[in-house]
């Protein structure tokens, strides 16, 4: 078991978009002394140069893929190259009819290494045991699918 802290901050001010309103600029720093500017979403009167909280979530989704994608296909004997990804999220109202993130979509575009290169079906497994074992994928309850793009060498 581990524990995994984040510390928020904000102070108001006005916001420079949007004269009638607050602004929703604040920072995250992360145990590794990390700073991340955050804001809300721009939809929502958000800072565009930030980063919002939707994005920061599906980002943890696909790093959180990858990293447990890599691991598996270390264990099983597959050099990993590059992954890269273009995650999207989507922002919408769930059949409860509140906005949530209901749905995220990874397109990883991997290329391997080395004398093994996984086949297709390989690489659906691969991607099957990275989605059943991802921590952030399993903590969550948007559905999560993987689009991969085709095995690049």
């Not at 991340?36 to 979403?41: G, I, Q, R, T």
């Not at 273009?86 to 290494?113: C, H, Q, W």
Request: contains cysteine; aromatic residues 6%.
């Amino acid at each position: 078991m581990s524990e995994h802290r984040a510390a928020i901050a904000w102070q108001h001010a006005p916001n420079r978009l949007h004269a009638r309103t607050y602004s929703r600029n604040h920072t995250t720093r992360l145990n590794g002394g990390q700073s991340v500017n955050v804001s809300s979403s721009v939809e929502f009167k958000g800072d565009p140069a930030c980063a919002d909280p939707e994005q920061m979530l599906v980002s943890a989704v696909a790093s959180c893929h990858m990293l447990t994608f890599l691991a598996i296909a270390e264990f099983q004997g597959f050099k990993v190259a590059t992954y890269e990804d273009d995650a999207v999220g989507y922002l919408e109202k769930g059949a409860n009819g509140v906005m949530a993130v209901t749905r995220i979509v990874l397109s990883p575009a991997i290329t391997f290494s080395g004398d093994r290169i996984p086949d297709e079906a390989a690489l659906a497994r691969l991607h099957a045991g990275a989605h059943k074992n991802c921590f952030i994928g399993n903590s969550i309850k948007a559905e999560i699918s993987v689009q991969p793009e085709p095995v690049l060498a």
